[in-house]
């Protein structure tokens, strides 16, 4: 029987090291090589530095570090000079130009800046608004002017004032940021404020700030914090910031509303509805504009976000999401209802969108008849840290249509070579494919041929980047939306002759370019003062379309209006001008007009340049900057970022010490040592762990040790030593992006541990001490878990719907030198959401052939009446959770956006071979409360619940409070946007 054991788990674990060693040669998403990719293989990551900053970089990023280290000096001046504040150290700037991942900014502790290139949201931000950006939250952060409280909580980590002083902050969460930048005050970038602002629903003081990042309150600490900004800039000179700051460290507390008013003599709020005031007049030309009806139906918590819409033969095509709802493609016909009030409110015939069931996609593209698509299925990222190379796939796909054409069904999906795409296009024929490719900080464009499979590209010139693609109705004549230095611009491209042209190139920020029906070349400018639509012909500018807030992707309505996407109070809607709205007009001076927000930019960019530069001094003299030193490998070393107070108490023995948290730069690479001091055995409590995340896997080494006495008699005591050292890895073998979107997940998990307890009659002294043989236990586990998720709605943070199973098996050492004994852990874990209620159910088994199996199950709560060795053990667990949106309210620094009520129950069974399968006469009952925080651009779940344990053998039933458990969970659920 034992041989026939030894032979199972011999097998067992030559299996695991071929699963282990099987994805380093074969896994094609891990390691496809294509020759439809440009060279992807961007080596180790560099570092160079000048006077100003250090900069981190991959090789293929050599460009855009030359852009950045050409500005430097201007945002190191402009930054220093508004906070009157030099780095005591050269500050670390980490370029993410080939990696892919969400963040592609964003900073609030004195850890590097970091700045990504890969979205096209960052490439419309200039090179020096994006640096001046991030370099402004590194420097407030540097400032730490907190209160006097936090202040204290630079004891525990350096960084915590100045975290603080940013996070509870109405002025600084992205004041002085968005403030300084200047992109945020442009006109495209202000439509949120623009539209509140002329419909009436401009946001009082108690929802600006702090609001949460459910659009559009996304962008409400980047607006309000600017707006707040400005006004104190202009009424309270240019260092009124720096002015409430000093006040700030004056107060206990750290709320900067107490000393804005402290400064100014105004609260918040009076403050608040001035500028309310000061934006209604600016805005007041624009109330003699026309105003198109909204032709989308609007809520204020699930307002569905309507993207560019393209016409087709069955409709407009266009992608919506919301929050209460999954991501949907699809074709939708306005001219089938007559539409919405301006207000919004739908009427009784609402709008028929057809859904492309099958499938669903962020880019996609169409041809005319809408019987053929492409589309790029996203692979998503794990970590904020860890910033992989891109996986997108190219997917190609018919279009089946009833026969009543209402319904739209993918058929036929087919993956088509090569990974890394952005966007794609179908030309009006569905016979030609144009996609693009980010080679480091540039998008450049391709022709995909169909049949030979192969990339050529188009041409145009090294340095400008293709964020948006459209074709016109002859599949002659590309139009693009270029970027070149955040240079917002847009060009033609002739297909026939390969002849590439700009048609606008200066800073006013032009996008949206497109094609008419008759084939006329439009596009959305701010050179106006506000975003319109003009026409572009031979030379000559027309002004096509305006609207009092803005228009842009526009189409025609067939009866010589415009369908066109805008904005309202609560999101991105459609508005549709009819006919006698439209007033076209020639702009003979177009290329040499120039938006208002550009000289405010520059005039703040000056005025602070010229302090920054007097304030640093010699190292900064204008023609005395040394050339940038030679690249060298830079070393991603886990530093320490904070430590802890340490508190045990309880019958293993009272202790206090520290622990010591660190993390590295560009991996999620950290470790932890924690030290306590136990009094009464006069000896050190250890804890140390290192996780370290390797290409594809994540490996976690740790160590513990600990000390605790158990009385035997009356003065009889043992003190036991015990030792834990273990190894974890995680390696996901394969995963698999299914084009509906869900996703198919196999992982190997392994796991090493080696338990030693030595038991002794004195105080671990070694001199005349009674010390029994030390007592070794090694543990070996390996196993595979597989999951498959569907995507979910956006408002359910507990999960979605998922089913997932696995299998541990273990191999046991109680001394290396007596034979192993064997066991196994067997898990089925389904979550279904039905609308936003959430059903978990989960089922684990656990085998040990010696010993409790119980013990191979962690238990929320400590079990009470039963002592059990039986050799099988299982668990089911079954909860409910029901969530909801809530009003958005701010509480200090926090925005409470969506709560959870979960109710659920556990039971327990064993198996004995002469007793057969029996149910413990127990049930474990639990309530929890869960909410979602939103903090600044993190996210958290806070739960809070309370546990009972009750046992149904007690006939006389009456509730013991040592049967509850309280539990108490804070985590973080997403990255930085």
């Not at 940013?166 to 202000?190: H, M, V």
């Not at 027309?542 to 803005?550: L, P």
């Not at 969530?883 to 620094?893: F, R, S």
């Not at 409070?961 to 969970?969: L, P």
Request: negative net charge; contains cysteine; proline residues 5%.
């Amino acid at each position: 029987m034992l041989k026939e054991r030894i032979s199972l788990i011999l097998g067992f674990s030559l299996i695991c090291l071929v699963l282990i060693a099987f994805p380093l040669v074969a896994d094609e998403r891990l390691f496809e090589v294509s020759s439809l990719n440009p060279d992807r293989s961007f080596g180790p990551w560099l570092e160079q530095e000048n006077e100003y900053f250090r900069f981190v970089y991959k090789k293929a990023d050599e460009k855009a570090l030359e852009e950045y280290l050409a500005i430097s000096q201007d945002a190191f001046e402009i930054v220093t000079g508004f906070f009157k504040l030099l780095p005591p150290e050269k500050p670390l700037v980490i370029l993410y130009g080939t990696q892919d991942s969400p963040p592609f900014g964003g900073v609030t502790i004195t850890f590097p800046l970091r700045i990504g290139q890969q979205m096209v949201s960052a490439q419309v931000i200039s090179p020096k608004s994006l640096l001046i950006h991030e370099f402004s939250h590194y420097m407030h952060n540097l400032s730490g002017k907190s209160g006097l409280i936090f202040a204290l909580s630079g004891l525990f980590g350096a960084d915590f004032p100045g975290q603080y002083s940013i996070l509870f902050s109405d002025l600084s969460i992205e004041g002085c940021t968005s403030f300084l930048e200047g992109y945020r005050s442009s006109e495209y970038a202000s439509l949120p404020i623009r539209a509140a602002v002329l419909e009436g629903q401009m946001w009082n003081y108690d929802q600006v700030s702090n609001a949460g990042m459910g659009f559009p309150g996304a962008l409400r600490v980047y607006f309000s914090g600017m707006l707040l900004q400005d006004w104190v800039y202009d009424h309270c000179g240019d260092e009124g910031f720096l002015k409430i700051q000093e006040q700030k460290n004056q107060s206990f507390l750290p709320l900067e509303s107490m000393a804005f008013q402290a400064y100014t003599g105004l609260d918040l709020e009076t403050a608040w509805g001035d500028i309310r005031k000061e934006l209604s007049a600016k805005y007041a030309f624009a109330r003699d504009l026309p105003l198109g009806r909204i032709r989308t139906p609007r809520n204020a918590y699930s307002e569905p976000q309507w993207g560019r819409l393209v016409r087709t033969n069955k409709g407009l095509l266009h992608f919506r999401s919301s929050l209460t709802q999954s991501p949907c493609l699809g074709f939708w016909r306005p001219n089938e209802f007559p539409g919405s009030d301006v207000s919004g409110v739908l009427t009784e015939n609402p709008s028929i969108f057809i859904p492309i069931e099958g499938l669903i996609a962020n880019e996609f593209s169409v041809n005319a008849d809408a019987d053929r698509i492409v589309f790029i299925k996203n692979t998503p990222e794990s970590s904020p840290l860890w910033h992989s190379e891109n996986h997108n796939q190219l997917y190609l796909a018919d279009i089946e249509w009833s026969e009543g054409e209402d319904r739209a069904l993918a058929r036929n999906i087919q993956k088509l070579p090569g990974t890394g795409f952005f966007d794609c296009l179908l030309s009006p024929d569905g016979k030609r494919l144009f996609v693009t490719q980010r080679i480091s900080y540039n998008y450049v464009v391709y022709e995909y041929d169909l049949e030979s499979l192969s990339l050529r590209p188009l041409a145009i010139p090294d340095g400008i980047s293709v964020t948006e693609l459209a074709v016109s109705s002859d599949g002659r004549f590309l139009a693009l939306d270029c970027m070149k230095s955040g240079q917002g611009d847009v060009a033609l491209y002739d297909l026939d002759k390969n002849q590439f042209s700009l048609i606008t190139h200066d800073e006013a920020y032009d996008f949206a370019s497109g094609f008419l029906s008759d084939g006329r070349f439009v596009f959305s400018s701010d050179r106006e003062n506000t975003v319109a639509v003009y026409s572009f012909d031979q030379g000559v500018f027309i002004r096509e379309c305006v609207d009092q807030i803005a228009a842009f992707f526009p189409v025609e309505n067939q009866k010589g209006g415009y369908l066109y996407a805008s904005y309202s109070a609560f999101g991105v809607v459609v508005r549709e001008l009819e006919s006698d709205q439209i007033h076209r007009e020639t702009v003979p001076d177009f290329k040499d007009l120039r938006p208002s927000w550009l000289a405010r930019r520059d005039e703040l960019w000056t005025h602070y340049q010229e302090k920054g530069s007097q304030l640093s001094g010699a190292i900064n003299k204008k023609n005395d900057i040394k050339e940038p030193s030679d690249s060298r490998v830079f070393m991603d070393i886990a530093m320490p970022l904070m430590w802890s107070p340490l508190f045990s108490m309880g019958p293993q023995g009272n202790a206090y010490g520290a622990g010591v948290y660190g993390y590295s730069s560009l991996q999620e690479n950290s470790y932890y040592i924690g030290m306590l001091y136990n009094p009464e055995a006069k000896q050190l409590l250890a804890d140390l762990s290192l996780s370290l995340v390797f290409p594809f896997m994540t490996t976690t080494l740790s160590y513990n040790q600990r000390y605790y006495a158990l009385d035997l008699a009356e003065e009889l005591r043992f003190y036991h030593q015990q030792k834990k050292y273990s190894l974890n890895l995680d390696y996901p073998l394969f995963v698999w992006n299914k084009a509906d979107s869900s996703v198919f997940q196999l992982s190997l998990l392994g796991a090493v541990q080696l338990y030693e307890t030595v038991r002794e009659l004195n105080h671990f002294s070694v001199v005349e001490s009674l010390q029994l043989a030390p007592e070794r236990n090694l543990l070996v586990t390996s196993g595979l878990f597989g999951r498959n998720h569907w995507l979910a709605p956006q408002n359910a943070f507990l999960g979605g719907t998922a089913i997932g199973s696995g299998i541990l098996g273990l191999v046991e050492w109680y001394d290396v030198s007596l034979p192993p004994t064997f066991g196994a852990v067997v898990n089925f874990q389904a979550g279904l959401l039905v609308g936003i209620d959430l059903i978990n159910l989960e089922i684990k088994g656990a085998w040990r052939e010696l010993g409790e199996a119980s013990q191979l199950i962690p238990r929320t709560l400590p079990r009470w009446n039963f002592s059990d060795t039986a050799e099988f053990y299982g668990e089911l667990s079954l909860e409910w959770a029901k969530t909801w949106l809530g009003k958005e309210y701010t509480l200090l620094a926090f925005l409470k956006e969506q709560e959870a009520v979960i109710i659920g129950a556990k039971s327990f069974w064993q198996f004995q071979p002469l007793k057969g399968l029996s149910w413990f006469p127990e049930l474990e009952f639990f309530l929890d409360f869960m909410a979602l925080f939103k903090l600044y651009y993190n996210s958290g779940s806070l739960r809070l619940g309370i546990g009972y344990c009750h046992d149904f053998s007690i006939k006389n039933f009456q509730f013991e409070s040592e049967n509850f458990c309280f539990r108490f969970s804070f985590g973080n659920i997403s990255g930085a946007l």
